[in-house]
């Protein structure tokens, strides 16, 4: 190959390389503060973020219809602008003259439907700086701060309760039920997006970056999850719909209004959820009122399954009630048929169903989807078969430590750099510089597959890095050793280098393969440390071997053909 | 051609030490056994701070403002509000004292409350280490640092009595000399379900009893349950093992079987010695200790396997030469690579152990043992091997030769 085309492959992989680490420079360094924190919240939050900056903008544009019919919207409406266009496109209307506030309600039906399209447009902007973060290096738990918990979900203890040993399905079916309430719940704290993963057979791993209060855990695992019947009340229901159509923001967020006395007593505001692809909990937008106090309480509850209704075929939800629940629950719906009901699971309205008529133990829940059914069904079972949840390990790092942490990283990894560099200096001369430019490049190749594979940096990453830069050397040096031997055999800088390469070839192999096989098998511990650090390890000693072989050797080519050199400054002795 | 250096004769005075050492080793392995850390010994690791209470922060303005104080800043991040988002941040050592600090705040519309220390310097403030502070109606507390001497709290002797009824504890201090930082360790005997939510608040109730209300920050929590620990610890066998036949079957499969043995004796001889180091320094053993051990298994194959190279190449070009002139040829002519490769490296991890601290200066320190250990080893344990060996194969040879020339006779 020659020269002109491998400069192009280091070239092209350098750009692929920045490619990669592009997002996380704009995430880190370009990003403001206030969008991170918001980018980083929780579906919910962005959610009610965007839905109440969407209230606002309607009322300022409502203001403008009625002050100034005439004039040309101001730029902060450009992107409503935008869609509006689209709109007129889509249903075939003439364009305006201007974009008057007149003229681009016009493509809207009413204002409901321009709420959902500021709504939308708020959103994907959050969801934009959302996913720039999904796609930058991510900070492990020990640099952002953050909890982390393992929880075991205590099947032999649910297994006694039974009296009887766990199927596989049955097992299967607790860990479904133990998750769901812990990604309901841990929603709940709405400030960072968490993760919740499971992991082997009966354990689940939850990581909260940013909150490191040990408290907050408690409250997630402790207790079952509090299931109960609540009878919606359909007119209150309307009355806070009109009053936040007049009232955008009038809503808090705990639910509570802004005017209190817009609803009369006994009755509150939750938000009707429904799972989203990834299972997640997802507000619909949707407010239902309830009754404060509960019609029924889950606990009586003694089984639920779900089937098709052999008249219709649409899915259902069948459930049995103990003889107790069952008289309560006669008393309750006999009272309230044609009413809705509501299945509310901490707090959070799962279901709605209009009573058909009075239930006492045996009752059955339709009018929606296969996928709602299994849900709801996971939802009412959990009531009637808790999962205990057990703290396995936990580790919690206030976010200040994490900046601390980051900055010793920074100086070592500074530090290291510097020494090695000087040392190679003094030692090799020139060819010093051409092994630094290697192992620059390799530190950046390494950031830049952190990032292309969404690697997580934490300290332990940083330590493989900098030790990875003193371990990479050695290839140079094996290499420079070489070249330095065919020298004193009396060989020219062209046959030399030659020489030298093709002998060191096999011993960088050689040890590099050993070295990423002990690395392999280190990144198997699983636990996130080892981890972090073997991963590291073994992606530095990979694009080492590209610098090392690859990039070294056309310096020197380059040095050869176009500096007309005849000599290498290697070392003091070999001239 | 460079000089040579007859290291054959060292390989066994060079054994003998490593026996010794190898022997001191597993010596204390028995007298003192590990300092096992947190990840293989139940329990909770709970990092405290003693602090005075300063004052409360309250907000009743529209959104959801965070509070968040490190080293040099305090910064309020405001979201959920109508208007615009925006952050807000100062600068601890340019603000001047925690009572201007407080009316700077307070120009953002967010309320602090003073009790204590309003005169001091605002870099006396404590960082929010459990997380950034959401702040409400509802008063958040902020601390402060000691500011002298006469205001330092608590030593280790205090802690560890008011902490004597949680069982078995060990109190150790860290951070700055003063700085009130400890480090609380309480283990687990898995009798109570649970233990990883009522030990810290225990903890902190009990340390607010002696040294006053409110003057206990956690700083970090760290807890690992009965099971995980056992599991993990089975874990750590495994993969040893399995890190060593993966090396063995490739060196093997590369080079002859001899060469393959030397490597992984060599490699056994390097993890046994840091391992001894931890013991004998009471180093905390934990999954950063394994980490380091396994990392040095990869580092001193590296180097034996560049040195086997050497040789392998120059057995090729000089077939009749005996083993050891060999061995002594290739050492001698991959030194330099050895050292200049063993000085690079020890001048990264040297940078590690200066500049952070920890868990990963006590990496750092054991990879330093462990390189001087990986490069001795590679020369004369590993090297040592393929020669004594060699050795052995050629006195067979001789005697089977011996026999079959009786037979002819």
Redesign the interface.
Known sequence: MNKTKRLLIVLLVLAVAFGFLFPSIEWYYLT????Q??AL?SRE?IR??AT??AR?ELAALNEYVSAKPDDVLPGTFAALVDRAKVAYKDLGMKRPDAWTADAVLAAYDGDADVLKELEDIQRQEIMKTKNLHGNAVQLGLDLS??MSV?I?ADLDALAEKLGHSLSLSEREEAMERAMDVLNGRIDKFG?TEPVIRRQGEDHIYIEIP??????R??SII?GRGRLAFHIVDIDATNLLLQYLASNP?GIN?DLTLADPSVLPEGLVVRRLYKKDAYGLDEWTGDYVVITEAPGLDGNYIESADSSSDQITGQPQVIFTLTAEGGELFYQLTSANIGKPMAVVLDDKVRSVATIRDAIQTNGSISGFSYDEAENLKVILRSAALPVEL????????????G??TIR??A???I??LA??FI??LI?YKGAGINAMVAQVLNLYLMLSILSAFNLTLT??TI?GF??T???A??AN??IF?RVK?ELALGKGRRAAVEAGFA?AF??VM??????I???L??A????G??QG??VS?AIGNMSSLFTSLFVSRLIFDYGTDLGKKETMSISWRIK | MKRLIKFHKAFLPATLVSVALLAFSVLGLFVKGFNLGVDFQAGINQYVRLAYPTGTVTYSGPGTPRLEINDDTAAVVFTGTESSDRTASWDLATVGTLADLAAAMKAEGVDVSLSDGAGYSAELLLPTFQGDYILSAQPTMIHRMPRGADERLGSVEEIRQALTGLGNVTVQAVGAEGSGEFIVRVRDDGTDKNFSAKVPEQITLALDGVFGAGRTVAVKTDYVGPRFSQSLAQNVVWLTLLTLGGILLYAGIRFKFQFATGAVLAVVHDGLIMAGFMIWTGMEFGTTSIAAILTILGYSINDTIVIFDRIREDHKLSPTDSMTTIIDRSISETLGRTVITTVTTLLAVLALFLFTTGSIKDFALALIVGIISGTYSTIFIASGFVAWWDKMRVSRHAKLNAGTEVQAH
């Open positions: 403001p503060k206030e969008d924190t918001l919240g939050t009610d973020q109440r900056l606002v701060g953050g393992v075991r400030l940013g909150a490191a209060d040990p408290d855990i408690n402790m923001a967020a057990v703290v396995e390990s936990q580790q919690s790092i206030g976010a200040s430590l900046d601390d010793q990283g100086n070592a990894m530090i290291a020494a090695v040392f190679m030692y300290l332990p330590a900098v030790l830069l003193g371990m050397v050695d040096v094996i050793e031997e002998k096999w011993a050689d040890g590099n393969i050993t070295t096989i002990a690395a098998f280190l198997q511990l699983g636990t440390p080892i650090f073997a390890l």
